[in-house]
Structures are given as C-alpha cells and as structure tokens.
C-alpha cells in the first residue's frame, strides 16, 4: 500500500490497453498467476473469483491484443488435462510487476513531497 499522511491514503490503479481496450492489469495478473500456481484455468478462475467462461475471455483478450501466446493447454483424458504459462507470458509479468512497482515508488514520493508540508 501506498503511504499515508494524517490518514489520506494515496492509491493508484495501473492497466495497460491496446486500442483503446484493456489488455492488462491486476486482475488479469493475478488470473495468470494463478493459472501458473494450480496448473489449472478452472482453479485459477476459482481463486480469483471468476467464471471459467470469463477467465478463457480475459486470456484470449490478452493474447489477441499483445499477439503473445500466454497459456499452453493440455485437453483432459487419462492422465488429465492442465494448463501452464509460456515464457512469454512469465516475461511479460515480470516488466509489468516492474513498471508497477516503478510507478507506485513514484506516487509514493510524489505524494510524500506535495503532502508532507515540506
């Protein structure tokens, strides 16, 4: 969380778009990371409290508008299906964890500097 000064909290929400139409935030994030930690679509969709139908839309949405394949599929039968992350989509988690953290350490001083009195 961001710093608080005489309880004025500063919170920020970044997302990234592609003409226009979110492609990527937290949420979507999240569902990819979750995709990673269960090996599953279905579980990750559970843990992040959305539908499967809604957790395939989001992926497919991402992967049409960045032209990156993010989740590798393997259909169910004996040994069960299951879902795992390209290297593309771990790389592109990782710069958008970074220009958060950049950003938030940005308004964190920003805030601290206008509010701070100083």
Request: net charge positive.
């Given at each position: ?63 049409e508008r960045l032209g990156i394949k993010l989740v590798d599929c393997r259909?169910g039968g004996k040994n069960g299906g299951g879902a795992t992350l390209t ?21 964190d001083e920003r805030f601290e500097k206008i509010f701070s009195g100083k």
């Amino acid at each position: 969380m961001q710093k608080s000064h005489n309880d004025i909290e500063i919170k920020s929400k970044l997302w990234l778009e592609v003409n226009g139409e979110p492609v990527f935030g937290r949420g979507r994030r999240f569902l990819l990371e979750a995709i990673d930690r269960y090996g599953s679509v279905n579980q990750a969709a559970k843990d992040v409290n959305i539908s499967y139908r809604k957790a395939w839309s989001h992926i497919k949405a991402m992967e049409e508008r960045l032209g990156i394949k993010l989740v590798d599929c393997r259909t169910g039968g004996k040994n069960g299906g299951g879902a795992t992350l390209t290297d593309d989509a771990r790389h592109f988690i990782k710069k958008y964890e970074s220009l958060e953290n950049r950003i938030r350490e940005m308004v964190d001083e920003r805030f601290e500097k206008i509010f701070s009195g100083k």
